[in-house]
């Protein structure tokens, strides 16, 4: 798995990468995944034990593609007036949807994050890397319907894309200096 | 305080995402994009349930395999043409419309009061007939007034 180009978003806050072999970047391709119903009904056919495991109810097919793409809306929305907002230097920046993915991530450069879906215990997840409190760098997407990332194959595939966006930044990075940020 | 990386190398040079127009273009047809989103969904849903295949579908309505690709992606402006044939041919009801037509024909199988019809609306008129006033003196009534 490479990565084979960068694409700016918004300029100087929103980049995403493109892995070889893909039609688009990667926001691109995670909201036409996610407004897809094609992909996403057999997205939830092929995971109904993991649907109907308990921690979100019991959801048919249907009502699971359609709450997805309703939330993949109004994250879009978000994502898209965050990047704005904070390019223009007001309250809003990406750092409020971004979290760190892990708890060791904390403080660290390139750090590795996710955003969830807005709705109450949503299933969706965007992942970045944190270049600081207004740039991100997303390399992948999921729907997670487990509680952890190491037993479903597609949710390891993203640690991995995760992994090697984050060594195809800092290497291109080797003779810069880092700097700190304090958190307000 | 956190630890922030100056500005990659990488993305000093990235290309334009398509992202941004993608947002625009969802925003600006929202409306119209939820029902195709919708429909596409009961289709594919319905001919997933029936064991049926897309390149059924697409001899089913006479179009071809790609058209019906595209249509179950969620983004096609469907004709009424398209939609009422795909419900001939998947047995099902996509788009239901309150319309007076649909109430009117509603309203007959009520069996309005043809004598008193008047000047007061249709709901007003739902009596019991008796057996010698007909759907058919009805139909005249209606076309003579």
């Known amino acids: 798995m490479v990565i084979v180009d960068t694409f700016a978003v918004i300029d100087q806050a929103l980049y995403a990468v493109k892995f070889e072999g893909e039609g688009e ?39 699971a593609v359609r709450i997805t793409r309703e939330e993949a809306k109004v994250l879009q929305k978000e994502l898209y007036r965050l990047a ?48 600081n409190v207004n740039v991100f760098v997303i390399c992948g997407s999921a729907i997670k319907l487990t509680e952890t990332m190491n037993d479903r194959e597609h949710l390891m595939t993203e640690l991995k894309k995760l992994e090697i966006a984050r060594n195809y930044l800092i290497t291109d990075d080797t003779h810069s200096d880092f700097f700190y940020e304090l958190s307000l | 305080m956190k630890k922030t990386a100056p500005f990659p190398d990488a993305l000093k ?12 273009f969802d925003l600006a047809n929202e409306d119209w994009l939820d029902l195709s989103f919708e429909i596409a969904l009961r289709v ?22 790609q058209y019906v690709g595209k249509m179950l992606k ?30 009117f024909k509603l309203d007959l199988d009520v069996k309005p ?33």
Request: charged share 25%; aromatic share 10%.
């Open chain 2, 113 to 145: 009061n043809v004598p008193n019809i008047g000047n007061l609306t249709m709901d007003s008129q739902r009596q019991e007939l008796t057996e010698a006033e007909s759907y058919t003196d009805y139909q005249s009534y209606q076309f003579a007034s």
């Open chain 1, 84 to 131: 704005k907002e904070g390019l223009s230097g007001s309250a809003g920046n990406l750092s409020q949807l971004f979290k760190p993915l892990t708890k060791g991530e904390i403080g660290s450069a390139y750090e590795r994050d996710k955003a969830y879906g807005l709705n109450h215990k949503s299933w969706l997840r965007l992942y970045a890397i944190r270049i």
């Open chain 2, 74 to 103: 969620g983004k096609e402006n469907l004709t009424l043409q398209t939609i009422t044939k795909l419900e001939h041919v998947l047995g099902i009801n996509l788009i239901t419309l309150a319309t007076p037509t649909q109430e």
């Open chain 2, 44 to 65: 594919y849903s319905k001919i997933k349930a029936d064991g049926k295949s897309k390149k059924w579908l697409a001899e089913q309505l006479g179009c071809s395999p």
């Open chain 1, 25 to 63: 970047d990667e926001l691109d391709r995670t909201f036409n995944q996610w407004n897809d119903p094609l992909q996403l009904h057999d997205f939830f056919s092929n995971h109904i034990d993991d649907l109907n495991s308990g921690f979100f109810g019991t959801v048919s097919i249907q009502d």
């Open chain 2, 13 to 24: 040079n990235a290309k334009k995402s398509n992202w941004l127009n993608q947002v625009e």
